[in-house]
């Protein structure tokens, strides 16, 4: 089983073909897109991906605002999972029972930045919620805004909090999937427009019961014919996670 989660940048825009012709590459079972809103091109990508049959979607999607929202597509029947506590905000938290032959729950974050103020309030009710989970086997992905000091930065950006919500899901039973498989390894996952510098934003969380099954964690970015640029398609790479049975 092959989940990819990829923030495609403002909604896609007049990039959604190509966007959508990577996605087929990748032949994922399950996506998770950051990023997405309720504007046209959104919803037409929605479209493109049920035509290679993924089929079965969840969105956060408020109608009445184009913001950056969530989009869960899968080739398996997806419910929406009602969790207890807190919540993280609505439009960048998105929970689904994945109704495979092996089922697992898969909740897409897409955390704010730290200048937005709400950075550190969403990470806190993350990391409570794995720490209370009884729901079976289950992966928090997506683009955290969040990483390791020293180590998934080029430049100094990441603190103490951060490192200490990292610790702390590890410590609760969910850690940094990439990190498992590769300790020091450096990737990037989006450069800084001014600077260039690189840092790794986006991350899979599989907990104890879901950690048997993880085979392989990569990091790749979509690509367009006749294009060398790196940001082609959107600023960021895609997370690529596969799961045995």
């Avoid at 089983?1 to 007049?14: C, K």
């Avoid at 103490?160 to 039973?173: F, H, K, P, T, V």
């Avoid at 879901?210 to 367009?224: A, C, D, E, I, S």
Wanted: hydrophobic share 40%; net charge positive; with cysteine.
């Amino acid at each position: 089983m092959r989940i990819v989660s990829w923030n495609i940048r403002a909604g896609g825009g007049r990039r959604i073909n190509d966007i959508a012709d990577q996605l087929r590459r990748w032949r994922p079972d399950v996506v998770t897109l950051s990023e997405f809103r309720g504007t046209a091109p959104s919803q037409e990508l929605s479209s493109l991906l049920r035509d290679q049959g993924l089929i079965h979607q969840r969105s956060s999607v408020d109608a009445r605002r184009s913001s950056n929202c969530l989009l869960l597509a899968s080739r398996w029947p997806l419910r929406l999972a009602g969790l207890r506590g807190r919540q993280p905000e609505a439009r960048r938290w998105l929970v689904a029972a994945v109704g495979a032959s092996q089922p697992f729950t898969l909740a897409a974050m897409h955390v704010p930045n730290q200048v937005s103020g709400r950075k550190y309030p969403f990470l806190d009710a993350v990391l409570t919620l794995a720490r209370r989970w009884r729901n079976g086997p289950a992966i928090f992905i997506g683009d955290t805004n969040s990483g390791r000091m020293g180590l998934d930065e080029e430049s100094p950006a990441f603190t103490q909090r951060e490192e200490d919500w990292i610790d702390g899901m590890e410590g609760a039973g969910w850690p940094d999937a990439f990190r498992l498989l590769h300790p020091r390894k450096r990737a990037y996952t989006w450069y800084s427009p001014n600077a260039g510098n690189g840092f790794r934003l986006d991350q899979a969380f599989p907990n104890r019961e879901l950690l048997p099954r993880l085979r392989r964690v990569r990091y790749v970015w979509g690509t367009v014919a006749g294009s060398e640029r790196r940001d082609a398609l959107s600023d960021h790479a895609a997370l690529i996670v596969d799961l045995g049975d």
